[in-house]
């Protein structure tokens, strides 16, 4: 009997340490990033030069995107890198300034012969180094900010931009929530009013939807006058078209007047962080709506699940999970696996060059449509995206994914017509 | 329809006319002008952020913040300031700006701008309406602690022997030293005063404008433009001054052709001022 006893207690408790063994192996196996080779071997080769120029110092912290690369780099540097060659990623900061834009950017592409730009994210960087690229055959695969980023042969987006954004944000404040007259504000900077507010109005005019300017500097200290400027044309809702900060700095003035309970109030994909609906308080809940150009940032895709585990392991704990930060690992994972393709030996500029511009239908849980860089004079192929709204201190997704039908898409829509045609 | 804009320009006047007196308010105590207000303040409002995300009650999280801002004010006061004490007044300045610099690199070390951060107090949730406009307790307050700023430094240079000795020392130091004002102490002293009146702006600006310390730090820009309203020197001068710059500024919301501008209202302003007023005057900041 004793003997049974001792069995029975014996199989429970290999049973339980069983369990526990498997359990925990397939946790710490959920939590291991996949990248490159996924060798598990530290590339030791020649170092390839990847450059990456963002507005760190400056009225916001646009590093996000340039993390989540380098986080990514590094886990394919543990991986066995490029076909045995690691990534030297040299991250740099604009500071917001056209001119240590363009020197930095000099200095990645002349001095230390960067082979790709990927994962830059930055309000300047575009106008400033468009041309640069473009004459030193370098191609950029970045978060697009500025219109320059959106018109140039040699940098592809993986983002939307903030134009699609907000004509995508408009869409659905026109379609789901009643919104007939818009109020758009915007920074005093360049591409802020004659390419943003003016192209929701150009979609506006369309769909019926008036679409009215206010303007706010920058450095101003002072939003309770623009929203009561916006105000004063009676819109349904408002639109911060600003960065994280501002928002938060907008959304705090409006709840002082009490605003939210008379307006709508929408952003750009800039506004979603997290941790953003949390530090704007439950005053906003179901009161302020953000679009998404990539999947929720909880999303349960085996990509974003992806970029979660590999922040977590190759990442900073302070890192921002943001869009942002999706935008920067998906950037890196494209770059990689168009490099994985060319021989380890022949790897520069001219071939890198020629691998990004062959990167065509990638698919991914993280966008709700194939990506691809391709011979266009621009590119946007980015175009479909989602929409948020700040619920409980986080993120509830509305909807599904809503196609935006900018007019000024219609030369890329032609050009994807064509080539499956 | 102006009125409105007015009044939400009394906010914004409350964060000039505080962030002006910051500036000023160690020159008539000890002869420098403070540019490290700002970043004071952002540390005072970060630590009160971080103390708070840990459940610490509010109003201890408070006072560590303006203890913290104090401690560093003091620590300056002690240890650099009296290095610059003979150099001139530009240099002394100059060298609270390097502070300023270094308390806004390790703010970025320690804190960063990655997360969304905000700052709330209660008072946020009070407010007076007047022309249809929300004023919160918080911009009252604000503007109560530069009305109260103003009042404690003057009572404290007039009416106390510390005061006098300050008088002395913002005058001349070497003469001070001379007639037996203990210097580094009086110095000190007021770098610590000094340090509390940024502990507490810091608190409502950042509630006010935003937590974020570059923000913060450079408030100082528009606050020399109220300073110059008084001159570098006189405290109501600048808390008038900026005061009036920030409802001027409000204000010209609503004239649609220079709306735009509008952020450059206080400085113009005091470009006027010192051409038409101060310039028939005999500039204090000249040694």
């Known amino acids: ?421 | 329809m102006i009125l409105p804009f007015v009044a939400a320009g009394i906010g914004l006047g409350a964060v000039y006319a505080m962030s002006g007196v910051g500036l000023v308010v160690l020159y008539r105590s000890s002869g420098t002008l403070n540019f490290a207000f700002g970043a004071l303040g952002a540390v005072a409002a970060y630590c009160t952020w971080s103390l708070l995300r840990a459940d610490v009650p509010p109003v201890l999280a408070w006072a560590a913040g303006i203890a913290v801002a104090t401690a560093l004010s003091f620590g300056y006061g002690g240890v650099v300031a009296p290095r610059l004490a003979a150099r001139d007044r530009v240099v002394r300045a100059v060298g609270t700006l390097g502070f300023a610099l270094f308390i806004l690199g390790c703010i970025g070390l320690i804190w960063g701008e990655t997360i969304p951060r905000r700052l709330t107090l209660p008072t946020d949730h009070l407010f007076v309406a007047m022309f249809s406009v929300r004023v919160t307790y918080t911009r009252l307050a604000a503007l109560g602690v530069a009305v109260a700023m103003v009042g404690m430094i003057a009572l404290l240079l007039n009416a106390t022997r510390v005061g006098l000795s300050m008088r002395a020392l913002a005058n001349d130091r070497q003469i001070s030293s001379l007639i037996g004002i203990r210097v580094i102490r009086v110095d000190s002293m007021a770098w610590l005063i000094s340090g509390v009146f940024a502990g507490v702006a810091g608190l409502l600006l950042a509630d006010m404008v935003t937590l974020n310390a570059t923000f913060l730090t450079f408030l100082v820009i528009p606050a020399i433009a109220a300073a110059i309203f008084g001159r570098l020197q006189s405290l109501t001068g600048t808390a008038v001054g900026g005061f009036a710059a920030g409802v001027l500024e409000s204000a010209l919301t609503s004239v649609p052709t220079i709306s735009s501008y509008r952020s450059g209202a206080p400085f113009v302003l005091a470009l006027i001022f010192i051409t038409l007023v101060a310039g028939r005057r005999s500039m204090a900041v000249y040694e």
């Open chain 1, 1 to 421: 009997m004793q003997l049974f006893v001792w069995l029975r207690n014996l199989a429970i408790n290999a049973s339980v340490v069983a369990i526990v063994v498997l359990y925990s192996a397939a946790v710490a196996h959920a939590a291991q990033p996949s990248c490159g080779l996924n060798s598990g071997k530290r590339a030791t080769g020649t170092p390839i030069p990847i450059g990456s120029i963002n507005g760190v110092t400056g009225p916001d912290d646009f590093s996000s995107s340039a993390k989540a690369a380098d986080a990514y780099f590094k886990c394919v540097n543990d991986n066995g890198g490029i076909n045995g060659r690691p990534v030297n990623y040299i991250m740099a900061d604009d500071q917001w300034r056209p001119d240590v834009a363009s020197q930095v950017a000099t200095k990645l592409v002349k001095d230390d012969h960067v082979v790709a730009m990927i994962g830059s994210n930055s309000i300047i960087e575009c106008r400033a180094n468009a041309g640069l690229y473009d004459r030193e055959n370098v191609l950029v695969i970045d978060i697009g900010v500025a219109h320059e980023c959106f018109t140039s042969r040699n940098i592809a987006p993986v983002n939307q931009g903030p134009r699609l954004s907000g004509v995508g944000m408009l869409r659905f404040a026109a379609d789901s929530l009643g919104v007939k007259k818009e109020a758009c504000i915007a920074w005093n900077i360049p591409g802020a009013m004659d390419w943003l507010c003016n192209g929701f109005a150009a979609w506006g005019k369309k769909h019926g939807v008036t679409v009215q300017n206010v303007i706010v500097d920058p450095g101003s200290s002072d939003y309770t006058s623009a929203l009561l400027q916006a105000a004063g044309g009676a819109p349904d809702a408002m639109l911060v078209a600003f960065t994280k900060g501002a928002i938060i700095q907008s959304l705090a003035a409006a709840e002082d007047q009490d605003m939210g309970k008379t307006y709508k109030f929408i952003s750009l994909a800039s506004g979603y962080v997290v941790g953003l609906p949390k530090a704007i308080g439950t005053y906003w809940n179901n009161r302020f709506w953000t679009q998404l150009e990539f999947t929720p940032l909880d999303g349960t895709g085996p990509d974003n699940q992806n970029w979660i585990a590999m922040m977590d392991k190759y990442g900073s704990p302070n890192d921002p999970r943001d869009t942002f930060s999706q935008g920067g690992y998906l950037a890196a994972k494209m770059a990689t696996e168009a490099m994985l393709k060319l021989d380890p030996a022949k790897i520069d500029r001219a071939s890198v060059t020629e691998a990004l511009r062959g990167i065509k239908n990638v698919r991914t849980d993280m966008l709700c449509g194939p990506w691809y860089f391709g011979n266009g004079t621009r590119h946007n192929a980015n175009h479909t995206g989602m929409i948020a709204v700040a619920h409980e201190g986080n993120w509830k997704p509305e909807g599904g994914c809503i196609e935006v039908d900018d007019p000024e898409l219609e030369d890329i829509l032609a050009a994807e017509k064509s080539s499956v045609n």
